[in-house]
């Protein structure tokens, strides 16, 4: 039974680029979630995908945006990359539209670098 | 407002003793999950253990359980017969009724010495 999955592993950038990461849902999960965590925080919580919509959305600029494709998969995309964006980007799969007895499982997370 | 908090940044345990990690929660929600995530220094949050608000006994999964008092809002990890392995970053998430985002807390890093 295959886990959340993402790539890629790590990535550097400079200010001002582009950055799409992108995420596999494990295996007969339909929702998919995305959080940033900087050095030495909990994550927070970005935006979450169903269906291929956005369903809720954290406190992130619009820079922060994001799809869903008809397998469930998705992308994390930043616009006009900030030094603050450099963090660990994790996204993490359930299975329905969000009920709070729903258990996220998490990927290994795409560690980015902005120079 | 909607929080988490976790007032130990850092435990130490022998191996093999028990150690409990606090967590606190806030929310005027009546319907609410509460859940402990391990990371290790590699980064993947590893899901461990999950309590219901309306669950009347407190959550086991093999070494891990959750001592859920909801009066005081605390819903404490109790890990049992420490193993070196268990050394990582231990994070208390709640989420909420309404949505599906969980609300994560500043993480205790735990450290097992032989």
């Known amino acids: 039974d295959a886990g959340v999955t993402q790539s890629p592993t790590h990535l550097i950038k400079t200010r001002g680029q582009q950055v799409t990461l992108r995420c596999s849902p494990k295996?007969?999960?339909?929702?998919v979630s995305w959080y940033q965590q900087a050095l030495g925080q909990g994550p927070q919580f970005i935006f979450q995908y169903y269906e291929e919509e956005e369903r809720q959305r954290g406190n992130f600029p619009d820079r922060f945006s994001g799809h869903q494709f008809p397998n469930y998969s998705s992308e994390l995309n930043v616009n006009a990359l900030l030094l603050g964006d450099s963090a660990l980007y994790l996204c993490?799969?359930?299975?329905?539209?969000?009920?709070?007895?729903?258990?996220?499982?998490f990927g290994p997370g795409t560690r980015l670098t902005v120079l | 407002a909607q929080k988490i908090t976790q007032t130990q940044p850092g435990m130490f345990v022998q191996e093999k003793e028990a150690v409990t990690l606090d967590c606190t929660y806030d929310?005027?929600?009546?319907?609410?999950?509460l859940f402990w995530y391990k990371q290790p220094s590699s980064g993947e949050m590893i899901f461990l253990i999950y309590q219901g608000s309306y669950d009347q006994q407190n959550a086991t999964e093999g070494r891990y359980s959750l001592n859920f008092q909801k009066a005081r809002k605390s819903a404490n990890l109790v890990i049992s017969a420490s193993q070196l392995g268990d050394s990582a970053m231990y994070f208390c998430?709640?989420?909420?009724?309404?949505?599906?985002?969980?609300?994560f807390g500043q993480g205790t890093e735990l450290s097992v010495k032989p």
């Open positions: 295996s007969g999960h339909d929702t």
């Open positions: 998430a709640m989420r909420p009724n309404q949505g599906g985002k969980l609300i």
């Open positions: 929310t005027s929600d009546p319907s609410y999950g």
């Open positions: 993490a799969s359930s299975k329905g539209a969000g009920q709070f007895t729903d258990t996220q499982y």
